[in-house]
């Protein structure tokens, strides 16, 4: 498994429009995307420094959606974000997502 950390400055008092946005606009992109696996957000006091962390099948789909899919997100998003975000990628080391997937619906991991 593959993850994009994307950390960025919402503008003030942004964080209920962003999160607004993101689920009726930005999720749905995202689930169409080829190995797409789950999206997880933070966000620290005050609701300005998020992190939005997105976990893919591999390394390849990850780029793909970097360079296809997501200049078309930060064109939905960029009224809600103060400057540039920053991207950072990394394997996947270890993860209870993993797990999860994997195992029988018994109701919980």
Known sequence: ???????????????????????????????????????????????????????????????TYGTNSYPEVLKTMGRFIEGTPTVHTSDVVNSTFQHCRTWPSSGSC
């Open 1 to 63: 498994m593959f993850a994009r950390n994307v950390s960025f400055h919402l503008k003030s008092n942004m964080l209920a429009d962003y999160t607004r946005t993101f689920d009726k606009d930005i999720l749905p992109l995202l689930r169409k995307q080829n190995g797409f696996k789950d999206e997880i957000t933070f966000s620290g006091p005050g609701g300005i420094d998020v992190t939005a962390i997105s976990l893919w099948d591999n390394k390849t789909s990850a780029e």
